[in-house]
């Protein structure tokens, strides 16, 4: 194993403790992001979002024993990496390791500049949000019930849609059982929607799209539906003209474009308060053992999570 006298300086050994396994990786692995610096080609490594603690160390930010959190952190045990893209993550009896890929991950800090920055949230508006039991659907449903608005959630399963009522969500339904998607909502949201987030795409975003109010505001977070298809087979939305006629605004984003901003800082402040004080809930769904990686993330593409997928290598107890 790797120690402190046979690293290039300015490097460490982690061991790893905990994976994201998030949608994007569909991406990663196929050929939608091919010219991305995130693109894992086949024989390589998968690489993601992960936590583990520092075992030998040359670099003089980081010493051994320290938590880190990292974007390129390989699926394996352990491995030596250069310090940049990892930084310190602190731990306490109410905030764990793991927590760092759960209510302050990634995901979480995506619901957020997606409902906050993006979609601008206003008191007594009603909010569609697709795909609501995920790593970010959950806390776009509780961030917005927090800002005073009605939120109408979807999710593929009778207990993901206790799980989101449970968060709060003023309705949800199953849209696997619900027939035609467009009419569920318009059942639901007679009066129209002010803003839809959008996880699915597709023909999700068609029967929004249908349902949305005059001015509404649509913000595209991800196309969870279109992620496993060719280009020639995604799905084609046909009532783009709408967005004309009912002069919508539809807005995507890039996350990472958003850690080195203002709301990086405030979002850690507000949901770590929020998470301390017990007025916030987030499931992680955790898989133990690397081996069973494979199968977590064919699990989460196949929309049978309820939760924010991680995958533990060792405990925080085990540290």
């Known amino acids: 194993m790797p120690s402190a006298e046979n690293m290039d300086e300015g490097s460490i050994l982690v061991r790893t403790l905990h994976l994201s396994c998030d949608p994007y990786l569909k991406g990663c692995i196929s050929t939608m992001f091919k010219d991305s610096p995130f693109a894992i080609k086949p024989g390589e490594v998968v690489c993601g979002i992960g936590i583990g603690v520092v075992e030998a160390s040359t670099s003089p930010e980081f010493n051994v024993g320290d938590m880190v959190s990292g974007f390129r952190v390989p699926w394996q045990t352990r491995f030596v990496t250069k310090t940049e893209g990892f930084s310190k993550i602190e731990v306490d009896s109410k905030i764990k390791a793991i927590d760092y890929l759960g209510v302050l991950s990634m995901p979480s800090f995506t619901a957020y500049v997606g409902l906050v920055t993006v979609g601008k949230p206003k008191e007594d508006e009603t909010l569609l949000v697709s795909s609501a039991a995920g790593g970010v659907g959950q806390m ?134 929020l998470y301390r004080k017990d007025k916030l809930k987030y499931r992680i769904a955790e898989t133990r053992g690397l081996e069973n990686a494979p199968q977590a993330l064919l699990d989460l593409l196949d929309s049978k999570v309820c939760g924010k997928p991680v995958i533990s290598i060792a405990s925080d107890s085990q540290v």
């Open 140 to 273: 776009v449903v509780q961030l917005a019930k927090a800002r005073g608005m009605r939120v109408v959630a979807t999710a593929g399963s009778d207990d993901k849609v206790e799980f989101i009522k449970s968060l709060g969500a003023d309705v949800a339904f199953n849209y696997k059982t619900c027939g035609s998607f467009a009419d569920a909502i318009k059942k639901h949201v007679p009066e129209g929607i002010d803003l839809y987030f959008d996880n699915v795409g597709g023909e999700f975003l068609e029967a929004a799209v249908a349902n949305m109010k005059d001015f509404g505001r649509i913000v595209l977070c991800g196309m969870m539906s279109q992620y496993s298809l060719a280009p020639e087979m995604r799905y084609g939305v046909k009532n783009m003209f709408d967005v004309v006629t009912k002069r919508l605004s539809i807005n995507g984003y890039n996350v990472g474009d958003h850690y080195a901003r203002p709301e990086y800082q405030s979002f850690i402040e507000e949901v770590s308060t």
